[in-house]
């Protein structure tokens, strides 16, 4: 029964590895995001697509690349891991253009780099 | 750009007490949403409340109600009979819609609920 799922909810890797999330909603939303929580807890848009089409793209280094093979599914990549890449990231879908435009996020990925 | 701003890091209340959770946002949009939502420590980003600007009436979810004022840009989150799972971050966030699909959070306010 869970709307948006994550995996996996922890990952610790080694400086300079190259790591995948992945994201799957079942909430039949056509739209879904990518947010980073820093450790101060600042919440900040990375990533958001639209039936598998990139609509916002935040200034995110070229390390990071989401792929979309569906609709249901977001998944980001990060090659070249960094210390400063240590954070919360959260996957996120809504149904666009609706008026009833409401996020639903995951539970999160916490990513530590060392 | 829109910008959310929260100025209470941190709040305390006493159990079944009130308690007002600031928020204040700059738009020159006269049509977009503004929600709170909720963190505990288990880091689940929870939706509180949900208010359409273009609607007058305040938002209310059980415990949870919102004062929102479109002219001051301010949406302040009451939380009545507070609980002690009502301990949590939470977060105000603006979003626009139509085309400018992102949520845009404030800083967050961490809620302690006193026993």
């Known amino acids: 029964d869970t709307a948006v799922s994550q995996t996996p909810k922890y990952l610790v890797t080694q400086m300079g590895n190259d790591k995948s999330i992945k994201c799957e909603q079942n909430?039949?939303?056509?739209?879904m995001y990518w947010y980073k929580q820093d450790s101060k807890k600042f919440l900040k848009i990375m990533f958001s697509?639209?039936?598998?089409?990139?609509?916002i793209n935040e200034t995110v280094p070229n390390r990071f690349s989401p792929k979309s093979p569906d609709k249901a599914h977001l998944n980001l990549h990060i090659n070249s891991l960094e210390l400063g890449d240590s954070a919360v990231y959260f996957c996120?879908?809504?149904?666009?253009?609706?008026?009833?435009?409401?996020?639903?996020f995951g539970p999160g990925t916490r990513l530590l780099v060392l | 750009a829109q910008t959310v701003t929260q100025s209470q890091p941190e709040m305390s209340v006493q159990e079944a007490e009130t308690v007002t959770l600031s928020c204040t946002y700059d738009?020159?949009?006269?049509?977009?949403?503004l929600f709170w939502y909720k963190q505990p420590p288990s880091r689940q980003m929870i939706l509180v409340i949900r208010?359409?600007?273009?609607?007058?009436q305040n938002a209310t979810e059980n415990r949870f109600s919102v004062n929102f004022q479109k002219a001051a840009k301010s949406f302040s989150l009451k939380i009545s009979d507070s609980q002690l799972g009502d301990a949590a971050m939470y977060f105000c966030?603006?979003?626009?819609?139509?085309?400018?699909?992102?949520?845009?959070f404030g800083t967050g306010t961490r809620l302690t609920i006193i026993p």
């Open positions: 738009t020159s949009e006269s049509d977009y949403y």
């Open positions: 966030a603006y979003y626009r819609g139509f085309g400018n699909e992102k949520l845009t």
């Open positions: 697509y639209n039936n598998k089409e990139l609509i």
């Open positions: 208010q359409e600007a273009y609607k007058q």
């Open positions: 996120a879908s809504t149904e666009r253009l609706t008026g009833k435009e409401t996020q639903y």
């Open positions: 909430l039949g939303h056509d739209t």
